[in-house]
């Protein structure tokens, strides 16, 4: 039975419940080679600490608006539910550190990496159509971190989690057990609303390189059985969903957001198509002048003005408050599925 839809509006702002500890928030960087696939993966960790208020690094190089962290601090010895996040398209591994941030406070371990050739500082065009190379960048990730010594003693490997935005929502929709049908999403590039959706910001009009995509020679299952719970933030690449045989194997619990006005995956033919296909998923619509940007961090003002098309909103929306409020629906998604 497909779960009641659920609205937010902009303009209240819930009160974030006490979930659990809430922890200071240590972070580090670390560079994992995947050679079969001659592919860096470069990886954010953050992780609940100990460590006191006076070691917070108050200053940082990213232009976005977050709680201070922990460089490189030390873990505390007992094991907590791991969570990976993937970015979207044209984005990096700090796209969701609001989020990242907001889950370690509440005792998750949280691992986001750069997907290689689709990051806004290493554009390869080819690589903004490889969708099967993201999944398999969290299923790399997941079995070198458990086999990691150094990590894997704070990892409970029962309560592994995935969220993702746009790309990355497909990602971990797809990781799930959604599974994308090539050809039809060649087919529908070639249409109007294909126009619409594979003419990106980031990189301009996708539908010559999805046409290229080699659909015979590519896998059609990422689901990877160790993961537990998955969120889709605005998840993107719904026009190659039309069918419940493709999500049929799908069997965990889902959650997917999305955005009223979204103009880059609108709602209809990707959030809503997705929740329609997929049995029992969670759905929540942020309503208003909610658009797809809205899951990226909070900017500063110099950002702001920079990257507006990013990081400025319309005038009726308040960034923090939204970030508030979905924090608090994935930390409970979360913690009613992972922590049972």
């Given at each position: 039975m497909k779960q009641i839809l659920k609205t937010f509006t902009f303009l209240i702002l819930f009160p974030i419940c006490s979930f659990g500890q809430n922890y200071n928030v240590g972070e580090q960087t670390i560079v994992y080679a995947d050679s079969i696939r001659?592919?860096?993966?470069?990886?954010?960790?953050?992780?609940?600490?100990?460590?006191?208020?006076?070691?917070?690094?108050?200053?940082?190089?990213?232009?976005?608006?977050?709680?201070?962290?922990?460089r490189n601090a030390s873990f505390i010895k007992h094991t907590f539910?791991?969570?990976?996040?993937?970015?979207?398209?044209?984005?990096?591994?700090?796209?969701?550190?609001w989020l990242a941030i907001a889950l370690a406070k509440?005792?998750?371990?949280?691992?986001?990496?750069?997907?290689?050739?689709?990051?806004f500082d290493n554009k390869i065009p080819e690589y903004f159509v490889r969708y099967w190379e993201r999944p398999l960048d969290i299923s790399f990730l997941i079995t070198h971190i458990l086999s990691d010594k150094s990590l894997s003693q704070y990892v409970d490997k029962e309560k592994i989690g995935v969220a993702g935005f746009s790309f990355g929502g497909y990602t971990s929709l797809a990781l799930a057990g959604a599974e994308l049908?090539?050809?039809?999403?060649?087919?529908?590039?070639?249409?109007?609303?294909?126009?619409?959706?594979?003419?990106?910001?980031?990189?301009?009009?996708?539908?010559?390189?999805?046409?290229?995509?080699?659909?015979d020679n590519i896998q059609n299952s990422f689901k990877d059985n160790r993961i537990k719970a998955f969120v889709a933030l605005s998840p993107a690449l719904g026009l190659g969903f039309d069918n419940i045989?493709?999500?049929?194997?799908i069997n965990?619990?889902?959650?997917?957001?999305?955005?009223?006005?979204?103009?880059?995956a609108p709602i209809k033919t990707n959030a809503?198509?997705?929740?329609?296909l997929i049995p029992n998923s969670m759905f929540i619509k942020l309503e208003g002048e909610v658009g797809h940007y809205i899951f990226l961090n909070e900017g500063n003002e110099s950002l702001k003005k920079e990257a507006k098309k990013y990081y400025k909103d319309d005038k009726t929306i308040n960034r923090k408050t939204i970030h508030r409020n979905v924090e608090k629906e994935i930390i409970k998604f979360f913690l009613n599925t992972l922590n049972k």
């Amino acid at each position: 039975m497909k779960q009641i839809l659920k609205t937010f509006t902009f303009l209240i702002l819930f009160p974030i419940c006490s979930f659990g500890q809430n922890y200071n928030v240590g972070e580090q960087t670390i560079v994992y080679a995947d050679s079969i696939r001659n592919r860096p993966i470069k990886t954010e960790i953050w992780y609940p600490t100990n460590e006191i208020d006076s070691a917070f690094e108050k200053k940082t190089d990213l232009p976005f608006i977050l709680s201070p962290t922990i460089r490189n601090a030390s873990f505390i010895k007992h094991t907590f539910p791991l969570v990976l996040l993937s970015h979207g398209t044209g984005g990096n591994r700090f796209g969701l550190a609001w989020l990242a941030i907001a889950l370690a406070k509440q005792g998750y371990i949280v691992v986001a990496s750069d997907h290689w050739g689709n990051t806004f500082d290493n554009k390869i065009p080819e690589y903004f159509v490889r969708y099967w190379e993201r999944p398999l960048d969290i299923s790399f990730l997941i079995t070198h971190i458990l086999s990691d010594k150094s990590l894997s003693q704070y990892v409970d490997k029962e309560k592994i989690g995935v969220a993702g935005f746009s790309f990355g929502g497909y990602t971990s929709l797809a990781l799930a057990g959604a599974e994308l049908n090539c050809n039809l999403l060649k087919t529908i590039s070639k249409t109007e609303q294909g126009k619409k959706e594979f003419n990106i910001p980031e990189l301009g009009d996708l539908r010559k390189l999805i046409d290229n995509i080699p659909c015979d020679n590519i896998q059609n299952s990422f689901k990877d059985n160790r993961i537990k719970a998955f969120v889709a933030l605005s998840p993107a690449l719904g026009l190659g969903f039309d069918n419940i045989e493709q999500t049929k194997n799908i069997n965990s619990p889902i959650l997917i957001i999305g955005a009223e006005n979204d103009q880059i995956a609108p709602i209809k033919t990707n959030a809503e198509n997705y929740n329609k296909l997929i049995p029992n998923s969670m759905f929540i619509k942020l309503e208003g002048e909610v658009g797809h940007y809205i899951f990226l961090n909070e900017g500063n003002e110099s950002l702001k003005k920079e990257a507006k098309k990013y990081y400025k909103d319309d005038k009726t929306i308040n960034r923090k408050t939204i970030h508030r409020n979905v924090e608090k629906e994935i930390i409970k998604f979360f913690l009613n599925t992972l922590n049972k």
